[in-house]
């Protein structure tokens, strides 16, 4: 039985959306800025998309660039804000448990001169709002805060966040990277004091080299990419057609389950907690309480991460590492370190992450799997 | 403009009766790289020299393919004139030096070789005029008989040709003239510079590769390959033999002393190689050991790890300096993929502290702990070997 469990790296695109990209492939694939029939047709997918979207975070059209995909749109967000608003200042807030989207742009403005603080998180992965507010200043440019974290399935106060900055630094910008969330756990920017929103569609079974940021009416960031000026010029480059009509399917799929899929990811979460920790020095990181229930951190004691995913894949079941680390290259995970987990888990940990289309025998078949796995395992390690 | 080559090759030449057997070899191996990219070549050879005549070609591919074709030692790019005429010669020969020569501040000298007897002009006659015509033209050059920078090589043959420059080829001698050996493959930096090595002196190659599933990924094996197929761009192509060495490991892990596990399973994987080496005719093993690298390669380790096998063992890199094999690696374009993090079977399960001083005999006694499984694992290893070709498709 084949157990994909590695949704938060990439899923499988839904069937439906493989059929529309492939007739916009086929027929409908002029350019949207050419002037005849076949680009108008072509326009229509992108601005229907545009509708959908704006219709699932209740905000206008133009509120939303399309993007290449959540890279770009952390990318655009931090470093377009910058350009525009670097004559305000310097500063900039982020949190130590990033994805790489954020935190190498950020590292980037630092070398640049740019002052950048970072939030710590407490054992669940939280941000602590008293922090936040000691760091915000008046020439705080932005602040950048995760919704969901990728590794730990942390979920943010985003609400409170929003609140803070609005009353306290009502000129500073809010950015939230939701990846990891956009699709299952709904934000609405506007309520939230959200200023912008980055979104990806492969995350949401929608096709690879798409995705959106959500610029708010109040804020202008300067483009990135410049060219023929597409996308009112914030971002230039012929419009990815079948991209962005697969994500707009794709995200019209997910806010039509919404409801049914949180149940159906409790559902598998509590069911799949209770049994996997009933194995011996097996633990979950993250909270149960302020996690997404589709994401599950799985520290494994004495089992190397990098071999139970290899033991795993032999079983057909892909699950991903924590933490790459290997003897020829350590690369530690900054999520794990900053909620301070024992050093073993450094090297210890797994991802297991759901789609919708997860079942619950495909979990019984990876417990199973582990039951007989994890013994065989231990006995063997580097001593 | 060429629309030539003379390949010039050294120890070929000497080898008394087997010397066409060599020279074939050449012919072949040049035939079989230039098969490999575009163009149209006809390849012969002609008094201790191989020529390759070509049209519709890339001059830069061309010699970057015929530099990766062992037994050549030189590379001369040749120009062929439409015509024998006296007067045509000499002015080409002055346009030959106009094109290659931007800077004309050299001495010079022309030598001609009549290997067409029934030309008329005598070679000193055609040395003495070209010379002039070219002191002529270009004022700046001047003749140094004894030691010229230049030398502009007329031939005279069905028709005449001219060259002055020879590119370094990459040595050796020809494919397919000394058997095949069986090269260890790890992944590292090392095993393919030395499979380069011995392949470099005339030998086929086979490759071992021990892979230890679920310890070692699908991307350290593709990563093996990889080196494999960039090597076979001189070696020719590849038989990669993969064996799954998982249970060998595990089994020395739980039964052997922790710190003699490397030296042990190294011991394994030469029985093991012997083994697949001579079930396919290979006459050798070749490892890329160097003397003291690391712990299973100092004197002592050798001493252990080479008892283990009745087959000679070649290790090209034995006296190499680890940057040396660094820089042949670079030069080879495997050390970007050598230095890919994924591990390989010696690293995963390797002691703090290896042994580096191994006593043979202790050794052995630890080996006996194994006894009761090891034969039988053995065949199990030998019967999940798995053959890749490599480096074929582009033949």
């Known amino acids: 039985m084949e157990c994909y469990l590695d949704n938060s790296a990439t899923t499988r695109v839904l069937p439906e959306a493989v059929e529309l990209m492939n007739k916009i492939f086929l027929e409908d694939y002029g350019n949207p800025s050419s002037l005849h029939n076949k680009g108008f047709d072509a326009e229509k997918y992108i601005r ?54 954020v935190s190498a742009p950020m590292k980037f403005l630092e070398s640049r001169g740019w002052q950048i603080d ?24 932005l602040v950048s805060v995760m919704h969901v974290n990728n590794e730990i399935g942390t979920i943010q106060p985003i609400a409170e966040i929003g609140e803070l900055i609005h009353s306290t630094a009502p000129d500073c910008l809010f950015h939230v990277d939701d990846i990891q969330g956009f699709g299952k756990l709904p934000l609405i920017p506007s309520k939230l004091h959200i200023d912008l929103l980055s979104a990806s569609s492969h995350k949401i079974h929608g096709p690879k080299g798409v995705g959106l940021l959500y610029v708010s009416p109040r804020t202008h960031i300067s483009p990135i990419i410049f060219g023929g000026g597409h996308q009112n010029g914030m971002r230039s480059g012929t419009e990815n057609v079948p991209g962005v009509a697969g994500f707009a399917y794709a995200a019209s799929e997910m806010y039509k389950h919404m409801e049914e899929n949180q149940k159906h990811f409790k559902e598998l979460h509590d069911y799949f907690v209770s049994e996997v920790t009933k194995l011996d020095d097996v633990t979950v ?41 290997s003897s020829n290259k350590p690369a530690v995970s900054a999520t794990l370190k900053a909620i301070d987990v024992p050093r073993f888990a450094l090297d210890s940990t797994v991802r297991l992450s759901f789609s919708a289309h997860t079942t619950k025998e495909e979990l019984e078949y990876t417990l199973d799997t582990l039951k007989e796995l994890v013994p065989t395992l231990r006995k063997f390690t580097r001593k | 403009m060429f629309q030539a080559f003379l390949l010039k090759y050294a120890e070929v030449g000497v080898k008394g009766k087997n010397r066409y057997v060599f020279e074939d070899a050449l012919v072949r191996n040049v035939k079989k790289h230039l098969e490999k990219i575009s163009g149209e070549f006809d390849v012969s050879k002609i008094n201790g020299r191989v020529f390759v005549q070509c049209a519709n070609y890339d001059y830069e591919e061309t010699v970057e393919e015929l530099k990766k074709v062992f037994g050549v030692v030189g590379i001369c ?88 420059k020879t590119i370094k080829g990459c040595g050796g001698m020809p494919l397919g003239t000394n058997g095949r050996a069986l090269l260890l493959l790890s992944g590292g930096i090392d095993s393919p510079v030395a499979g380069y090595m011995v392949s470099r002196r005339g030998v086929e ?73 001579r079930q396919n005719d290979l006459l050798g093993l070749i490892t890329g050991e160097s003397i003291g690298q690391v712990a299973s390669q100092t004197m002592k380790s050798l001493f252990c790890t080479d008892e283990a096998c009745n087959i000679p063992v070649y290790r090209p890199l034995i006296g190499f300096d680890k940057q040396d094999i660094i820089d042949l690696s670079e030069k080879l374009g495997t050390y970007e993929t050598s230095i890919l993090p994924y591990e390989d079977c010696c690293t995963i399960f390797v002691a703090k502290h290896p042994v580096t001083k191994p006593n043979l005999n202790i050794i052995k006694k630890s080996e006996t702990k194994l006894d009761e499984k ?10 999940t070997d798995e053959v890749v070709l490599i480096g074929n498709e582009e033949r």
């Open chain 1, 285 to 325: 990181n993250g909270s149960a309480e302020f996690g997404a229930p589709y994401i599950i951190s799985l520290t494994v004691k004495n089992v190397r991460a990098e071999v139970l995913l290899h033991a795993l894949e032999e079983k057909e079941i892909y699950v991903s590492a924590g933490s790459a680390c």
């Open chain 2, 77 to 164: 790019p040749v120009r062929v004139l439409d015509s024998m005429d006296h007067d045509d010669v000499v002015k080409a020969a002055v346009e030959f030096i106009g094109e290659n020569y931007p800077d004309k501040n050299f001495s010079f000298k022309v030598e001609t070789r009549r290997a067409n007897k029934s030309y008329p002009i005598p070679s000193m006659t055609m040395d003495a005029d070209a010379g002039e015509a070219i002191l002529m033209a270009y004022p700046e050059t001047h003749v140094d008989v004894h030691n010229p920078e230049v030398r502009l090589h007329i031939e005279v043959r069905e028709t005449v040709f001219m060259y002055s």
């Open chain 2, 205 to 277: 190659l086979d490759a071992v590769y021990f892979n230890a599933p679920p310890y070692t990924s699908e991307r350290a094996k593709q990563k093996v390959m990889d080196l494999a197929r960039q090597i076979s761009k001189w070696t020719g192509p590849i038989h990669l033999h993969i064996i799954n060495f998982t249970d060998i490991q595990l089994y020395i892990y739980e039964k052997c002393p922790h710190d003699e596990l490397t030296i042990i399973m190294r011991r394994y994987m030469m029985r093991i190689a012997e083994h697949i080496a």
């Open chain 1, 118 to 141: 970072y939030l710590d998180v407490d054992s669940t992965g939280r941000v602590s709002l008293d922090q936040l507010k000691e760091l915000l200043r008046e020439d705080t440019v």
């Open chain 1, 48 to 101: 229907s998309a545009r509708d959908s979207f704006a219709d699932f975070l209740k905000c206008g059209k133009n509120d939303i660039i399309f993007t290449s995909g959540g890279t770009e749109s952390n990318n655009t967000a931090i470093i377009g804000a910058a350009i525009h608003y670097g004559s305000r200042g310097h500063h900039m807030i982020t949190t130590r448990i990033e994805h790489a989207a």
């Open chain 2, 374 to 383: 090891i034969d039988e694992l053995f065949k199990t290893a030998i019967e």
